[in-house]
């Protein structure tokens, strides 16, 4: 037989420790979901012992009066070949002419009391907006959009990101992860602000003076990603856009021609009406 020199360039038993650690707070928290007299399939593709047979061991050690071991000597013909003394399986290659692996079957007698985890919560990734910096964001969005910010709630900031959250999540910043609770309304620059397709979405009400309203097939182009072309009609700087009284996002004029300010993400290069 070949040896691969690089076949055990990985392998240490100090990793088979920790592994087996991680193991063992696995089975002890599946151990916990289990109802009384549930059934419980421990089972790895590896053949050490520290992985397999000590993390059993481990649990009826904890709960002695909790765990039972089920024997699986019939569970296929021949399995009582790989059978250990405590009624596991212990797959050897050269048995069945196969991958190794092990198999335990648990079963729980009672009730268990979960343990109390502690979660360590890692920093909130926002900072709350000063006021001198809250006074420019507000007047500038103001006299870009026309739009004022609700009075429930608050701007906190990520690097040069602008975010707009409900003020009743202050109270409960490090107390619970979250993914997302808020709504990305600008990247701040040197000259002031890039609005983002959200803040005309979320907080336009329809009514500004630079609202533009589009026709159905002009909305159909501007959900393609295509800049509109609007007859008679001219503007300054950036326009909400609108189909009826439904907000559709950001556009900026650039002479009579309305370019689409829609995210890439969002853009359908299909009929959507």
Not at 126 to 149: D, G, M
Request: hydrophobic share 35%; net charge neutral.
């Amino acid at each position: 037989m070949r040896k691969d020199p690089d076949a055990m360039k990985n392998w240490s038993k100090d990793s088979v420790l920790s592994i087996s650690e991680t193991q063992k707070d696995l089975i002890d928290s599946a151990f916990h979901a289990l109802k009384p007299g549930g059934i419980l399939v421990y089972s790895t593709c590896t053949l050490s012992a520290e992985e397999n047979q000590q993390v059993c061991l481990y649990l009826q050690d904890k709960y002695p009066d909790l765990v039972s071991f089920e024997p699986l000597g019939s569970l296929f013909e021949g399995a009582e070949q790989a059978l250990t003394e405590h009624g596991f399986l212990h797959i050897f290659p050269q048995v069945y002419d196969c991958e190794g692996f092990f198999v335990a079957k648990l079963k729980k007698l009672g009730s268990t009391i979960p343990p109390t985890v502690t979660k360590r919560l890692g920093k909130f990734p926002f900072e709350k907006a000063s006021n001198k910096v809250l006074q420019h964001l507000t007047s500038h969005l103001y006299e870009s959009l026309k739009i004022e910010l609700p009075d429930n709630s608050c701007v906190w900031i990520r690097d040069k990101d602008v975010w707009l959250f409900p003020s009743a999540l202050e109270p409960l910043i490090g107390e619970f992860r979250f993914s997302r609770m808020g709504i990305k309304i600008a990247e701040s620059h040197k000259n002031g602000y890039r609005w983002q397709h959200q803040v005309a979405t979320a907080l336009a009400s329809g009514k500004e003076p630079n609202c533009v309203q589009l026709t159905v097939p002009e909305a159909r182009e501007w959900f393609m990603g295509r800049d509109i072309r609007l007859t008679n009609q001219t503007g300054k700087g950036e326009a909400i856009v609108k189909l009826g009284d439904d907000i559709l996002g950001l556009g900026k004029w650039v002479g009579n021609r309305l370019k689409n300010g829609l995210p890439r993400e969002l853009v359908r290069d299909k009929n959507l009406f």
